[in-house]
C-alpha cells in the first residue's frame, strides 16, 4: 500500500460545485502539504499543516480550505470550483529536519467544466 | 525571499549519454537542503537526491548525481548513461532551515526527453 493515499484519482466536475480531496498517511509525520501543479508553473503550496490545530496558508490559498482531522488524515476543499482550479492537486508529508524530503501521494487530477 | 530558477524548459539526451539539468537558488538562510524530484508521464513526483548546503562533498545516488556549486548557488542534476526511462519532467527544490514547517520551494521544471 502507498504511504501517502489521495482520492480520487481523477475529478470532473461542474462549475459551482463543492469538492473535497482526500489525503491519508502511514508514515507517521506531523508536516502535511497541499500544492497545485499547472503546466510550466511548477508546484505551488496551497496549505500545509503540523496537526490538527495548526493549519497554515501557502501562496495561492484564496479559494481553498483545508481540514486536518487527525495526524493521518489532511482534507483539501473547493467550495465553489470554477474553472481555472482546473489542476493537478498533490498531498505531501515530511519529517521533521532540512535533510528530509517530502513524500508525494499520486496526485488528483481535477477538471472543472 | 526564496527563490528556485530553472531556466531549460526542455532538454534532449541520447540515449547512453550524460546529460545536466540546471538549478539556481536564491536564499539568505545559511543552512539550507537541496532536493530533485522526477516526474513521470504517469503523473507522481518521485524524490532522486538531496544535497545539504554544508555537506562537503556532492551527492550521488547511483546515476544521479548534483553538482553542487555553494558560491553560485547552483545545484545542477547531472544524470550520466541516460534511458529511455529518464523521459521526466524534473523539479529541483530548496528548503531553507529557517523554512516555516519544513515546506518546499519549487522551480518550474526542466522536461528532458531521452531518445533512442
Known amino acids: 500500500d502507498a504511504d501517502v493515499t489521495q482520492t480520487p484519482r481523477n475529478r470532473i466536475t461542474k462549475t459551482g460545485k463543492r469538492i473535497m480531496l482526500e489525503c491519508s498517511q502511514t508514515k507517521g509525520h506531523d508536516r502535511m502539504y497541499w500544492y497545485r501543479q499547472d503546466p510550466g508553473l511548477g508546484l505551488r503550496l496551497i496549505y500545509y499543516?503540523?496537526?490538527?490545530?495548526?493549519?497554515n496558508k501557502g501562496e495561492i490559498s484564496d479559494g481553498y480550505s483545508v481540514s486536518r482531522q487527525a495526524q493521518a488524515k489532511f482534507s483539501l476543499s473547493l467550495e465553489s470550483a470554477i474553472p481555472n482550479q482546473t489542476a493537478l492537486y498533490f498531498c505531501?508529508?515530511?519529517?521533521?529536519?532540512?535533510?528530509?524530503?517530502?513524500?508525494f501521494g499520486d496526485g488528483t487530477r481535477l477538471s472543472i467544466l | 525571499a526564496q527563490k528556485i530558477t530553472q531556466t531549460q524548459p526542455g532538454m534532449f539526451v541520447q540515449e547512453k549519454e550524460a546529460v545536466t539539468l540546471d538549478c539556481t537558488y536564491d536564499t539568505s538562510d545559511p543552512s539550507y537542503g537541496l532536493f530533485w524530484y522526477k516526474q513521470p508521464s504517469s503523473g507522481e513526483m518521485i524524490f532522486l537526491i538531496y544535497q545539504g548546503s554544508y555537506d562537503q562533498q556532492n551527492a550521488t545516488e547511483g546515476r544521479y548525481s548534483l553538482n553542487f556549486q555553494k558560491a553560485r548557488k547552483s545545484a545542477n542534476l547531472v544524470i550520466s548513461a541516460s534511458q529511455l526511462g529518464d523521459s521526466a519532467m524534473y523539479f529541483c527544490a530548496m528548503k531553507p532551515r529557517g523554512s516555516t514547517l519544513g515546506r518546499l520551494y519549487f522551480g518550474r521544471g526542466t522536461q528532458l526527453t531521452v531518445w533512442p
Open positions: 499543516s503540523f496537526d490538527v490545530k495548526d493549519i
Open positions: 505531501a508529508t515530511s519529517d521533521w529536519g532540512t535533510n528530509q524530503p517530502q513524500h
